[in-house]
């Protein structure tokens, strides 16, 4: 065994974890950064990227299958999954490399094996080997991140039923697949096998899709996935599943409304769980919940001192980019600077289905539920020139404003888009939302024509009382 000293002590090596290392390190500090499995973690492995690129796939395919609305002739298009994960692969392993790359410029020393909390800010890194190093910093950062959440009875073997970690490695597209949960993921993964050509249905036990997103977009979504043929079962639950009789493979899901769906494959897609299992934590002071979470306070510091943790690891919204945000809060609050706390009530959220989905600030529920009038206004991609000439006119924007005591519309509280390229238009909106921008502020500034963009501005100007074209 050996002592390293080091001004932080990183255990995690996906985008919260090493996007703290990478600060740390631009900003002259000694790190170490240990990682169980592979550099860039859940999100660049098992998540984010190599989900994207099948979306991405998907949505080549779906293109070359509509060729023919824009005068291209495209005869019998066929999906080769393996050529698709192939390039799913290289471009994992490329990002990989790349991270290596950037911590080894910025001086981070890397370490692998499993890293748990001992006393007096150490941390001991178990190696494949059994061999265990010893670390001591002057400050911890806990990142080791999630694993897919498991429904009882749907225990994954990778042929009949699957989490995000195996569905990602596919080699065939299935006949049919039920989606268990419409969340994010389990939109996601519905879209893609639907433009692949299964026959897919989700199952969400809430009373609609993406239960988190504004109503009027998860109903917009849902009238897109029904003109896709996705058939969506709400506010029901998922109980079992037993063996298909006629067919070698194949499972029944049985469902507590007594209903049954029949399918090739099974998707379990309900959220992520913490891994603070495997940390060490039991004999600190560090506090974690009964679901797993580690306990923070707003600049994400633990019940020990000097130890943080940040992103899956704690409760707040469970992606790379806040992961990102905290990580570099924390190291900004470590370098005894002005650190300011995320408000996690307006961060950006971007959901890769077909339409996309993206929205920041209040919904107009959560509005109302906060003490505020206000006002709403809603136009569609229908009478978009450019989503017409991308034949990509399912979806709406949706703005949320405060409604000031005059009637007039003040400040924007949240804004909300289903359609194309939702996650390429939604940073115009963060930034209103988050510089508490008011209707009138926004509605005075120019939008390129034609675009999908200037819906946005389009939405906004109605709430002036005076439009173009609404």
Same mark, same amino acid.
């Given at each position: 065994?050996?002592?390293l000293?080091?001004?932080?002590?990183?255990?995690?090596?996906?985008?919260?974890g090493?996007?703290?290392?990478l600060?740390?390190?631009?900003?002259?500090?000694?790190?170490?950064?240990?990682?169980?499995?592979?550099?860039?973690?859940?999100?660049?492995?098992?998540?984010?990227?190599?989900?994207?690129?099948?979306?991405?796939?998907?949505?080549?395919?779906?293109?070359?299958?509509?060729?023919?609305?824009?005068?291209?002739?495209?005869?019998?298009?066929?999906?080769d999954?393996?050529?698709?994960?192939?390039?799913?692969?290289s471009?994992?392993?490329?990002?990989?490399k790349?991270?290596?790359?950037?911590?080894?410029?910025?001086?981070?020393?890397?370490?692998?094996?499993?890293?748990?909390?001992?006393?007096?800010?150490?941390?001991?890194?178990?190696?494949?080997?059994?061999?265990?190093?010893?670390?001591?910093?002057?400050?911890?950062?806990?990142?080791?991140?999630?694993?897919?959440?498991?429904?009882?009875?749907?225990?994954?073997?990778?042929?009949?039923?699957?989490?995000?970690?195996?569905?990602?490695?596919?080699?065939?597209?299935?006949?049919?697949?039920?989606?268990?949960?419409?969340?994010?993921?389990?939109?996601?993964?519905?879209?893609?096998?639907?433009?692949?050509?299964?026959?897919?249905?989700?199952?969400?036990?809430?009373?609609?899709?993406?239960?988190?997103?504004?109503?009027?977009?998860?109903?917009?979504?849902?009238?897109?996935?029904?003109?896709?043929?996705?058939?969506?079962?709400?506010?029901?639950?998922?109980?079992?599943? =037993?063996?298909?009789?006629?067919?070698?493979s194949?499972?029944?899901?049985?469902?507590?409304?007594?209903?049954?769906?029949?399918?090739?494959?099974?998707?379990?897609?309900?959220?992520?769980?913490?891994?603070?299992?495997?940390?060490?934590?039991?004999?600190?002071?560090?506090s974690?919940?009964?679901?797993?979470?580690?306990?923070?306070?707003?600049?994400?510091?633990?019940?020990?001192?000097?130890?943080?943790?940040?992103?899956?690891?704690?409760?707040?919204?469970?992606?790379?980019?806040?992961?990102?945000?905290?990580?570099?809060?924390?190291?900004?609050?470590?370098?005894?600077?002005?650190?300011?706390?995320?408000?996690?009530?307006?961060?950006?959220?971007?959901?890769?289905?077909?339409?996309?989905?993206?929205?920041?600030?209040?919904?107009?529920?959560?509005?109302?539920?906060?003490?505020?009038?206000?006002?709403?206004?809603?136009?569609?991609?229908?009478?978009?020139?450019?989503?017409?000439?991308?034949?990509?006119?399912?979806g709406?924007?949706?703005v949320?404003?405060?409604?000031?005591?005059?009637?007039?519309?003040?400040?924007?509280?949240?804004?909300?888009?289903?359609?194309?390229?939702?996650?390429?238009?939604?940073g115009?909106?963060?930034?209103?939302?988050?510089?508490?921008?008011?209707?009138?502020?926004?509605?005075?500034?120019?939008?390129?024509?034609?675009?999908?963009s200037?819906l946005?501005?389009?939405?906004?100007?109605?709430?002036?009382?005076? =439009?173009?074209?609404?």
């Amino acid at each position: 065994m050996s002592d390293l000293n080091f001004d932080l002590v990183v255990i995690g090596a996906g985008p919260a974890g090493y996007g703290a290392a990478l600060y740390a390190g631009g900003a002259g500090l000694q790190v170490a950064i240990i990682e169980r499995e592979d550099l860039g973690g859940t999100c660049l492995h098992r998540g984010c990227v190599p989900a994207k690129a099948l979306l991405e796939t998907a949505a080549v395919y779906r293109t070359v299958q509509n060729a023919k609305k824009f005068g291209i002739s495209a005869s019998d298009p066929k999906v080769d999954l393996s050529v698709a994960q192939g390039r799913k692969q290289s471009l994992v392993d490329g990002l990989a490399k790349g991270v290596e790359q950037l911590l080894k410029k910025r001086n981070v020393q890397i370490f692998s094996g499993t890293g748990r909390v001992g006393h007096g800010k150490t941390v001991s890194v178990e190696a494949e080997d059994g061999s265990i190093r010893v670390l001591r910093g002057n400050a911890i950062l806990l990142a080791a991140g999630s694993v897919p959440r498991n429904i009882v009875g749907f225990e994954p073997d990778g042929i009949r039923v699957m989490t995000s970690n195996e569905v990602l490695d596919i080699s065939e597209v299935p006949v049919d697949v039920v989606v268990l949960g419409g969340g994010a993921i389990g939109c996601e993964f519905a879209s893609m096998f639907s433009d692949l050509g299964a026959a897919v249905t989700i199952v969400e036990h809430e009373g609609s899709i993406l239960p988190s997103a504004d109503i009027d977009v998860s109903k917009a979504l849902l009238r897109a996935f029904k003109k896709k043929n996705i058939k969506v079962k709400t506010g029901v639950r998922a109980t079992g599943h =037993s063996p298909r009789t006629d067919t070698v493979s194949g499972s029944i899901v049985h469902l507590d409304d007594g209903s049954a769906l029949e399918t090739e494959l099974i998707v379990v897609s309900v959220g992520r769980s913490p891994r603070s299992d495997l940390l060490g934590l039991d004999g600190t002071s560090v506090s974690v919940d009964g679901r797993g979470f580690v306990q923070v306070d707003a600049l994400c510091q633990t019940t020990s001192e000097g130890i943080y943790a940040i992103g899956d690891l704690i409760d707040t919204p469970q992606l790379a980019h806040v992961g990102f945000a905290e990580a570099m809060m924390v190291v900004t609050h470590l370098l005894g600077e002005v650190a300011v706390p995320i408000d996690y009530a307006n961060v950006p959220w971007a959901i890769y289905c077909h339409p996309e989905v993206a929205f920041a600030g209040l919904t107009e529920t959560q509005a109302k539920e906060q003490g505020y009038q206000v006002t709403v206004s809603k136009h569609r991609y229908n009478a978009n020139s450019r989503a017409m000439i991308l034949n990509e006119t399912e979806g709406l924007v949706k703005v949320v404003a405060e409604k000031l005591p005059g009637g007039e519309a003040g400040r924007i509280l949240g804004v909300h888009i289903v359609g194309p390229w939702a996650t390429e238009q939604i940073g115009q909106g963060y930034l209103a939302v988050n510089w508490e921008a008011t209707v009138s502020d926004v509605a005075s500034l120019v939008q390129p024509h034609p675009t999908l963009s200037e819906l946005f501005g389009e939405t906004v100007l109605d709430l002036t009382g005076r =439009s173009l074209h609404g």
